[in-house]
């Protein structure tokens, strides 16, 4: 504390340490090297050890400790300990310091530099990263989806960073890897989709089935966590039903212990996503044409919502077994969109019977009321 007496009781001098403090940070680590070396060694040379022609000692020490100790140090004028000097620079007494003072004494004319903080060349794309992100665009732009409720998804990365020779090896080691959405987010990717309900290690083994540039599992996540992590993930099981044909699959393949059955089985697996991918082009074409001014085409999606998201009153308790008969109003809710037209939503009490015919009733009214705006379905 004595050291610092004289900062702590001038204001004005202690506005020039803080000044002095503040440029000091807005260097970076080989610059502050060479001002704190540049400093030592004015004082070395006002001190008269060593000389200011060949910058050698001009005390006969032993060796270069001995004469750095008899080195005072200042600083705006203020004379400090060297452990004051060294914590006022932000840098340790040792190494750092004594090693920028050791150099002083050697007679040397700049500080010596440090690798760790050389700016470093970043390594040139690997075949194998290059592959792997081709892979991840591909699920990106084809089987992801887009959810109207964009909550957080945890992503299930499960297995070993080693070689696993099973899908049960991966589930009995589940890490959980919160995406990030402050990830480096890659140019084109405006918004965050959702795969369905699986795993990363589940990815990547479909990624080496289908046969591209084998690689390993770390090297998989460091590509997703990379340019994918804030952007692509998995959706929870409990949000939406999920597909028949895939449970299937994902279920042949977890009790299939035989390698070659299980590269088959991924194969066909993926042959069906392929198709989904497909359907879903047709449907986005037909959508394209629906909504196109003086289109011959009418597309027309409905779907009904799970009874329970609108039972009253809500509140969390009713998640107990205790409330399973206490008598909650419910309603049924169908949403028919026309695209390019219009949005029809209905709405009908719980105990009114929902059969095929009631879909047939909704989907005649909707015409109906399209009659005015589409003149080829006027009779």
Same mark, same amino acid.
């Given at each position: 504390?004595?050291?610092?007496? +004289?900062?702590?009781?001038?204001?004005?001098?202690?506005?020039?340490?803080?000044?002095?403090?503040?440029?000091?940070?807005?260097?970076?680590?080989?610059?502050?090297?060479?001002?704190?070396?540049?400093?030592?060694?004015?004082?070395?040379?006002?001190?008269?050890?060593?000389?200011?022609?060949?910058?050698?000692?001009?005390?006969?020490?032993?060796?270069?400790?001995?004469?750095?100790?008899?080195?005072?140090?200042?600083?705006?004028?203020?004379?400090?300990?060297?452990?004051?000097?060294?914590?006022? !620079?932000?840098?340790?007494?040792?190494?750092?310091?004594?090693?920028?003072?050791?150099?002083?004494?050697?007679?040397?004319?700049?500080?010596?530099?440090?690798?760790?903080?050389?700016?470093?060349?970043?390594? =040139?794309?690997?075949?194998?990263?290059?592959?792997?992100?081709? *892979?991840?665009?591909?699920?990106?732009?084809?089987?992801?989806?887009?959810?109207?409720?964009?909550?957080?998804?945890?992503?299930?990365?499960? $297995?070993?960073?080693?070689? =696993?020779?099973?899908?049960?090896?991966?589930?009995?080691?589940?890490?959980?890897?919160?995406?990030?959405?402050?990830?480096?987010?890659?140019?084109?990717?405006?918004?965050?989709?959702?795969?369905?309900?699986?795993?990363?290690?589940?990815? *990547?083994?479909?990624?080496?089935?289908?046969?591209?540039?084998?690689?390993?599992?770390? #090297?998989?996540?460091?590509?997703?966590?990379?340019?994918?992590? $804030? %952007?692509? $993930?998995?959706?929870?099981?409990?949000?939406?039903?999920?597909?028949?044909?895939?449970?299937?699959?994902?279920?042949?393949?977890?009790?299939?212990?035989?390698?070659?059955?299980?590269?088959?089985?991924?194969?066909?697996?993926?042959? !069906?996503?392929?198709?989904?991918?497909?359907?879903?082009? %047709?449907?986005?074409?037909?959508?394209?044409?629906?909504?196109?001014?003086? +289109?011959?085409?009418?597309? %027309?999606?409905?779907? +009904?919502?799970?009874?329970?998201?609108?039972?009253?009153?809500?509140?969390?308790?009713?998640?107990?077994?205790?409330?399973?008969?206490? !008598?909650?109003?419910?309603?049924?809710? #169908?949403?028919?969109?026309?695209?390019?037209?219009?949005?029809?939503?209905?709405?009908?009490?719980?105990?009114?019977?929902?059969?095929?015919?009631? #879909?047939?009733?909704?989907?005649?009214?909707?015409?109906?009321?399209?009659?005015?705006?589409?003149?080829?379905?006027?009779?």
């Amino acid at each position: 504390m004595t050291c610092y007496h +004289s900062f702590l009781t001038d204001d004005i001098l202690f506005q020039k340490l803080h000044s002095y403090v503040n440029s000091w940070l807005e260097m970076d680590k080989l610059e502050q090297d060479q001002f704190v070396f540049s400093r030592v060694r004015e004082l070395a040379l006002e001190q008269k050890i060593i000389q200011a022609d060949s910058g050698k000692r001009i005390e006969k020490a032993d060796d270069n400790e001995q004469a750095a100790q008899g080195l005072q140090y200042h600083i705006l004028d203020v004379r400090i300990c060297r452990k004051a000097f060294a914590s006022l !620079h932000l840098m340790g007494e040792h190494p750092r310091l004594r090693g920028l003072v050791s150099a002083v004494m050697q007679g040397r004319s700049q500080a010596p530099t440090d690798k760790r903080y050389l700016k470093r060349n970043q390594s =040139q794309t690997s075949v194998k990263t290059g592959e792997v992100y081709s *892979y991840l665009e591909t699920l990106y732009e084809s089987v992801a989806e887009r959810l109207p409720e964009d909550d957080a998804v945890e992503l299930d990365m499960s $297995g070993d960073l080693g070689n =696993q020779q099973d899908d049960s090896e991966a589930e009995e080691s589940n890490v959980i890897l919160l995406a990030d959405c402050e990830a480096s987010v890659t140019v084109g990717h405006d918004s965050k989709k959702y795969l369905p309900p699986g795993s990363i290690y589940d990815e *990547y083994k479909q990624y080496l089935a289908l046969g591209n540039e084998k690689c390993s599992f770390s #090297t998989f996540i460091q590509v997703w966590q990379t340019h994918f992590a $804030g %952007i692509l $993930g998995f959706r929870g099981k409990r949000q939406h039903a999920m597909c028949a044909t895939c449970t299937r699959h994902k279920l042949l393949l977890s009790c299939m212990p035989h390698a070659a059955a299980r590269t088959r089985q991924r194969l066909l697996f993926e042959r !069906h996503l392929a198709d989904q991918y497909r359907d879903r082009m %047709i449907y986005w074409k037909t959508r394209g044409d629906s909504r196109a001014l003086g +289109s011959s085409t009418l597309s %027309i999606i409905m779907d +009904s919502v799970d009874q329970a998201k609108f039972a009253w009153p809500r509140s969390k308790v009713f998640r107990s077994k205790q409330f399973d008969a206490f !008598h909650r109003p419910r309603l049924h809710i #169908t949403a028919a969109i026309a695209h390019g037209h219009a949005v029809m939503v209905y709405v009908a009490h719980s105990d009114v019977t929902q059969a095929g015919a009631t #879909t047939v009733d909704m989907l005649g009214h909707l015409l109906t009321r399209l009659k005015d705006s589409v003149p080829w379905l006027r009779p």
